[in-house]
């Protein structure tokens, strides 16, 4: 049987299509294939190694070299002008996906009997190995999806697809785990996290393999050595700080993982000493991802027809209303309670994945503006300031979290028993934090992010006039914005 002939589009280039989207999603599932597993860490380090508030502590210690890493690894990507025999960024995500087979694990060496300073060693020196080797594939990973399409729907459809492989990535950890590394008495096993960690290191690996050879690179733009200006380091940074769009994505990126990690012990507290079943929160987390998966085939419609601005904000104010329900209503410590906290977490997954399938086309749009503004594309250096900010509040959030838990009467040598005061504090405080999560997502999306969809028009029409595409496509562009913005500017009967 012949082979069907790949559809070339009109330079030369694969058309995008599916083959793209799964792929980036293969990506962001090799990443969380590392990366899920952070949700265990506090419970890991303050139930079995017993280091309580040292932990907190830690966390904020090693944030330091969060933000050396992030913003000096995406730096060094952009003012690398080598040659690559596809492209950069592919070659430091191959890279990088090979020190993530192990540098999982080497946050979960279990010796729970070493001295407190021989913890804090193998704490630091861990998460130092494995968070290089996270930055140096995810930063370049994240910069793609603005050079495999510059339209808008394409990139939609991108940042939907890859809400798909962190849904998966993530649904590994949360659904299977609790029943693997809890015993029956609802306490850590942490031998079998370590386990664990290195066998989703290896998946991980297999996942970006399939993604470095699925991708086709569309808006690559050709190296010119001999005109390339020297890049600076802190002029990139100020440019982050004066691109809107990138600042205010980044602020709703740091609420969703506020919720999502600084509530993420906090809810397994919860289910361990309030609804005493740590088994079901796996279960639980799993019926919340349903609405991201219904949403997901939607995005892109829904995106060419609101826009990604106005869809995201939508999606802030809907978490916003879930959180507020989870508070107010009689959330008791038995099945009835359990199946109101399950409706309510259904209710703010939805809102959250609305805002999750297009974030990482929200930030592509971003980086595109820092081109308009300033001239200059910096993609390593806007999206690793953007993780940078994420995995401080990826890191900062368990930390203050873990510092109000404790002062609300937690300890974490008591494990799976803790007091029923400590068990009440706990409901009351995951829904405190999920309200926290959409509220700084809502104005990060709603009073920050500047690029709706009539000024997204005209920014995409203008960068294809400078880029010097083909003047008929060129001119169709302007003309789009042109009428995007007339239509804006008639008034409603």
């Not at 070339?8 to 294939?33: I, V």
């Not at 190995?129 to 999806?145: Q, R």
């Not at 993530?170 to 066998?199: C, H, Q, R, T, W």
Request: with cysteine.
């Amino acid at each position: 049987m012949a082979k069907k002939p790949v559809q070339l589009d009109a330079n030369g280039k694969r058309k995008f299509g599916m083959r793209d989207c799964l792929a980036y999603a293969a990506g962001d599932l090799g990443c969380n294939m590392s990366f899920a597993l952070k949700g265990t860490m506090a419970i890991f380090w303050t139930q079995f190694m017993k280091l309580d508030l040292w932990y907190s502590l830690l966390l904020i210690v090693v944030q330091v070299w969060d933000a050396i890493n992030d913003p000096l690894i995406g730096s060094i990507i952009d003012a690398d002008k080598r040659q690559y025999k596809r492209n950069k960024f592919l070659s430091y995500i191959w890279f990088g996906s090979i020190g993530l087979i192990v540098g999982g694990a080497c946050c979960f060496l279990p010796f729970p009997n070493a001295p407190v300073w021989a913890k804090m060693i193998i704490f630091i020196a861990g998460y130092v190995v494995w968070d290089a080797f996270y930055t140096i594939a995810n930063v370049p990973y994240g910069s793609l999806l603005s050079l495999i399409s510059k339209e808008p729907a394409d990139r939609a459809s991108l940042s939907a697809w890859r809400s798909v492989g962190s849904i998966f990535g993530n649904m590994l950890p949360m659904v299977i785990l609790p029943f693997i590394i809890y015993d029956s008495n609802n306490n850590l096993v942490g031998e079998k996290v370590f386990l664990a960690a290195l066998i989703m290191g290896v998946l991980g690996f297999f996942c970006f393999q399939f993604m470095i050879r699925n991708t086709e690179i569309r808006e690559d733009v050709e190296v010119k050595l001999d005109d390339q200006p020297k890049f600076n380091v802190l002029e990139a940074m100020g440019n982050f700080l004066k691109n809107r769009p990138a600042v205010g994505a980044t602020l709703a990126a740091m609420g969703m993982f506020l919720g999502m990690q600084g509530a993420a012990t906090a809810v397994t507290v919860l289910f361990q000493s309030y609804f005493k079943n740590v088994q079901a929160s796996g279960i639980v987390q799993m019926f919340a991802m349903i609405p991201i998966v219904v949403f997901t085939p939607l995005a892109r419609k829904m995106v060419v027809k609101y826009g990604k601005k106005e869809l995201a904000t939508f999606g802030a104010i809907i978490s916003i209303v879930a959180s507020v329900l989870m508070l107010v209503l009689p959330m008791t410590a038995d099945g009835k309670g359990m199946l109101i906290y399950i409706v309510c977490q259904l209710i703010n997954a939805l809102g959250m994945g609305i805002y999750s399938t297009v974030s990482w086309a929200m930030m592509g749009d971003a980086i595109d503006y820092n081109e308009w503004k300033t001239g200059k594309r910096e993609e390593g250096t806007v999206y690793a300031l953007h993780s940078f900010f994420r995995k401080l509040a990826q890191g900062v959030g368990p930390a203050l979290a873990l510092v109000v838990m404790t002062a609300l009467g937690y300890v974490g040598a008591n494990e799976g028993q803790q007091t029923a005061e400590v068990a009440m504090n706990m409901r009351y405080l995951v829904p405190a934090l999920y309200l926290l999560s959409a509220v700084m997502q809502f104005i990060g999306l709603s009073l920050v992010y500047n690029l709706d969809k009539k000024n997204l028009a005209t920014m995409n029409a203008e960068l294809d006039a400078r880029r010097g595409v083909a003047a008929p496509e060129a001119e169709e562009a302007v003309e789009t914005a042109e009428t995007v913005e007339e239509a804006a500017e008639v008034p409603a009967e």
